[in-house]
């Protein structure tokens, strides 16, 4: 009995299955002679039972998607499952030139959706013609689209992470989930004292950067903090101290500068009137990642190259007029925006000495008025000129109180994250 009941039981469950069923009959047990076997195949396809969705949940959340090879908005948007004809409608007719609208291999898309499929918000980073990178956000309001151009909130957090090499310290960094340009900036902090290429198994890196939040979602990074790296059991530390709203540089425990920097000013004794990071552009009247600095100064007044270097190129852009390339190592390039005119004879391929001549601020291209525009390049990744290439300077005694102040809670940071035996990617 038992076993006609297994049977039944199995059969029942075929069905639910949708498979092709194959069943042999054979002679039952106890026969003493050899049985005459006849099989029998028999093959039928069940089909499933009607699957019936349930209500479709209409709340709105968040979803990140990165832009592969070859794809559009578009592609994106029907990978994630939206289909909001009005949302779509009104992406490829909105204010914005065509051109912000197309996104690298590797960007990041963040789009407000629901299980239906409606879209509500996206929003993304994207350079620009000028090659700043702008927010690009269209959103809905009370069930109208809109491309917002009016200056975001945001906010600035701690984020910490920590590291333990195995094979290599980008390997380890980009497990950890530390952004590329925040490696970029950790690669030239101790370029004076060792390569961080020369890591190897088993040291550890610790962290503390500055993430920038819009609406409680990380959109950028801003400066490291504190950064503590453990090589062959030597603890390196570094900790940033803010001259003023638009410069810094990274010092040791002791309140020394890490890095020599270059030996001399683009402009020399000019302010820095504009710093690396976030700002809302004057003109465009956007939310801009500003990724140089600005020196104030007259039209006409030199500007120098701040170390031995090789121009790689002198050209007339756009948006940013005038503009001299430099590349002062195989990682370190710099360039030079917005200038009147070139050094007479500069040309590409041309090698320069710091201190010489390489051509004159002025207003050329998208500007406010004179000013020289410049940024640092380390591997290619935009990093900021304040700690990578202006001349070291000390900190004063009022300075060295604060700093002091400041780098002491940061040590503690590093210590907590010191004595943990695990890598740390805390969720922002």
């Known amino acids: 009995m038992s076993h006609k009941l297994a049977w039944m039981g199995a059969a029942a469950a075929l069905p639910l299955f949708g498979i092709v069923t194959t069943v042999a009959v054979a002679a039952g047990p106890g026969n003493n002679t050899e049985p005459s076997i006849t099989v029998e195949q028999v093959s039928e396809r069940l089909s499933l039972p009607e699957f019936k969705r349930t209500s479709i949940d209409k709340t709105p959340y968040w979803r990140e998607a990165q832009m592969q090879r070859g794809d559009t908005l578009g592609h994106v948007l029907s990978r994630l499952g939206i289909q909001d004809g009005e949302a779509r409608k009104f992406l490829y007719s909105s204010p914005l030139s065509k051109d912000l609208l197309k996104l690298k291999a590797g960007a990041t898309l963040s789009v407000q959706t629901n299980d239906n499929g409606d879209l509500f918000t996206l929003r993304f980073l994207n350079d620009d013609e000028n090659g700043e990178q702008v927010l690009v956000l269209l959103e809905q309001v009370n069930g109208v689209w809109q491309a917002s151009a009016d200056p975001l909130p945001t906010e600035t957090i701690q984020t910490i992470r920590s590291a333990s090499v195995r094979t290599s310290a980008t390997g380890a960094l980009a497990q950890a989930g530390v952004p590329v340009e925040v490696r970029a900036q950790l690669a030239d902090i101790f370029a004076d004292q060792f390569d961080l290429d020369a890591l190897r198994r088993d040291d550890k890196i610790n962290l503390v950067y500055q993430t920038l939040l819009f609406n409680g979602m990380p959109i950028s990074t801003g400066n490291i903090e ?122 590409a391929g041309q090698q320069v000495k710091a201190g010489d001549v390489i051509g004159y601020v002025g207003s050329t291209g998208r500007s406010t008025g004179p000013h020289l525009h410049m940024e640092v390049m380390i591997a290619g990744q935009t990093v900021n000129p304040s700690t990578t290439t202006l001349p070291a300077r000390g900190l004063s ?26 890598n740390v990617a805390q969720l922002d």
């Open 226 to 347: 504190a950064v503590e790296i453990i090589k062959d059991g030597v603890s390196h530390q570094a900790f940033y101290f803010a001259f003023d709203n638009e410069s810094g540089a990274y010092f040791d425990a002791q309140g020394l500068p890490l890095k020599k920097g270059f030996s001399v000013q683009a402009v020399k004794n000019a302010r820095i009137s504009s710093g690396y990071g976030f700002r809302f552009h004057p003109i465009l009247k956007r939310m801009r990642m500003h990724k140089g600095i600005d020196y104030a100064a007259g039209s006409g007044t030199p500007i120098y190259a701040p170390s031995d270097a090789r121009v790689l190129s002198v050209e007339r852009q756009s948006g940013y007029g005038n503009v001299v390339k430099l590349a002062h190592s195989q990682k370190i390039t710099t360039l030079y925006a917005h200038m009147s005119r070139f050094a007479t004879g500069l040309r």
């Open 397 to 422: 005694a009022a300075q060295r109180q604060s700093f002091k102040r400041d780098s002491s809670q940061l040590a503690m940071n590093l210590k907590l994250l010191r004595s943990l035996p695990v």
